[in-house]
Every structure is written in C-alpha cells, then in structure tokens.
C-alpha cells in the first residue's frame, strides 16, 4: 500500500471530511443550458485549487480517466488503473471498467474508501447507487465484447456522478448503442465523456448517433490514441456542435455555466503532479 506523507494524508482526509457534511444541489438530469451575455462556462483551474461554488472541477489525467472534484472536497477517478500521477492523492470514489487493464486495476489502494466495478460475475452486471451527500453515482450496465468478438453481458458501466445540480456521464468503453430502456435510465446528461476512438469501442458514426442522442451541453472526447484519430473525429460532427480546444487539461463547469450549444471542449490529458 502507497504511505502518504503525513501532512498530505491530512490534507486528503480532511477534504474527504468536509465532502461527506455537503448537501448535494438537487439533479434531475435536465440542462439548463442558456446564453447568458458575458458569462463563461468553462474555466481554467489547477487540479488543487478550490473548486467554485455549485460547480464541479474536471481534470483528464488519461485515456479515460478523469477526477472530479467537487466544491466540498470529494474526489473522484474514472476509469481508475491505480496510478494518477505523482500527486500523493487517495480518491474517494474510483470507478472501473472490465474491457481491458487500462481501465481498471486488481489491486486498487485499499485506503481508497470506495471502489466501485462496473462489473459483476459472470455477466451479472453491477448495480451502484452510492450517495455521499454531496454526489450521488449511479451506473447503468452495458455490454462488451471479448477478445474473440463474442459478447459479455453487461461488462461495462456508464457510471453517472450527480453533484451541483450537474448530471455527468462517462460512458466508460461502451461497445453498442445503448438501448431505449438504457438511454433512459441515463437521463438527461449535461456533460459527457465519450470514447472517440473509432473502432476499439464505438464506430464513429454510432458514436456521433449516441451523442446526437444525448444531446449533452458539453462533450468530451476521451479514449483517442492519437493528435490524428482525435482529428478523425472532430472532422465528423456536424454543424450543431461547437468546438472548443485551447490545449487545457481542466475545465470547471456548473449549471449556470452550460452554453447554448451542444460543445465539444477537447482536454489534454495530464497526470497529477504535487507541484501543480
């Protein structure tokens, strides 16, 4: 087990404390997308700063991985593999997914409080409805297909993190359009984090249907393996998405913030390190 220094073990322990007394912004998975002059719904921020009332702080650490953070203190990881970055960091909350070892890890730090799988035993699924007062996480269960094209019942989660009256999706390594009853039991999701690829997981053609089906105010793209294969898909949306990609790897966002338009906002992934 990785030993935190003993002051950053404070630090941690007493930001995951303030995040359990928080009460959590009523979600109904709606946006509330509107232009308002002057307001911008993206803001640049470091990892450690305090993050802005009623907002939630993203950060893309890699590949599908991002922590959330919270205005109490919580921190969350996606798509957790064990390692974030040299940042002495124990997460609250970290999520999995069961394609393959780069999103997910057998030996995860056992001080991390929660660990949740999006996975169950022999395709029986995960179900998960965690309320920490501040955030409520939920999944939804997917399918996946194994090595040799064949499928896996339910070996993937769209993990859901309701906080600030935000309801935001990562739709982990999502192998097939999800189905009616599956859209519905997402909801409405203001931000999303979507595999972009192109093969591995979803082509992008049905990609771009279930993003056109979400109709999320923010996307971002996660899972490309190159500048190319993210120019590949950026190149495919359409007119109805906006594009922001200023080379940031943090973006706070909350509901008052949301734009207009459905948007794209490209994040360079980055590990965490303990000078930022």
Not at 91 to 101: G, I, K, L
Not at 117 to 124: D, E, K, T
Not at 241 to 255: A, I, M, R
Request: proline content about 6%; glycine content about 8%; charged content about 15%.
């Amino acid at each position: 087990m990785r030993v935190l220094p003993a002051l950053a073990c404070a630090l941690v322990l007493s930001g995951a404390a303030a995040a359990q007394v928080q009460e959590r912004r009523a979600s109904h998975c709606i946006a509330l997308a509107q232009d308002t002059p002057g307001l911008e719904y993206l803001h640049k921020a470091d990892w450690q700063d305090p993050v802005a009332q009623d907002s939630v702080q993203i950060r893309y650490i890699a590949h599908a991985s991002f922590l959330l953070r919270t205005e109490g203190g919580l921190n969350v990881v996606t798509d957790f593999t064990g390692f974030t970055g040299a940042a002495p960091l124990i997460p609250d909350v970290v999520t999995m997914n069961h394609a393959h070892e780069t999103h997910w890890t057998a030996h995860p730090d056992p001080a991390i409080p929660h660990v949740l799988r999006g996975w169950g035993p022999r395709g029986s699924g995960a179900e998960h409805h965690l309320d920490l007062g501040e955030m409520l996480i939920r999944n939804v269960s997917t399918d996946i297909r194994n090595m040799f094209g064949g499928v896996v019942a339910q070996g993937n989660s769209i993990f859901v993190f309701e906080a600030a009256g935000l309801c935001i999706g990562h739709l982990g390594h999502l192998h097939h359009v999800p189905t009616p009853e599956q859209f519905a039991a997402l909801g409405r999701l203001d931000v999303v984090m979507a595999a972009v690829d192109g093969g591995i997981t979803l082509p992008l053609d049905q990609m771009l249907e279930v993003l056109g089906r979400l109709r999320s105010s923010v996307i971002i793209p996660m899972h490309w393996f190159s500048g190319a294969s993210l120019q590949q898909f950026l190149a495919r949306t359409g007119p109805e998405f906006d594009v922001v990609n200023e080379g940031n790897n943090t973006l706070t966002v909350s509901l008052r913030s949301l734009p207009s338009r459905p948007t794209i906002h490209v994040l360079q992934p980055k590990y965490l390190l303990q000078e930022e």
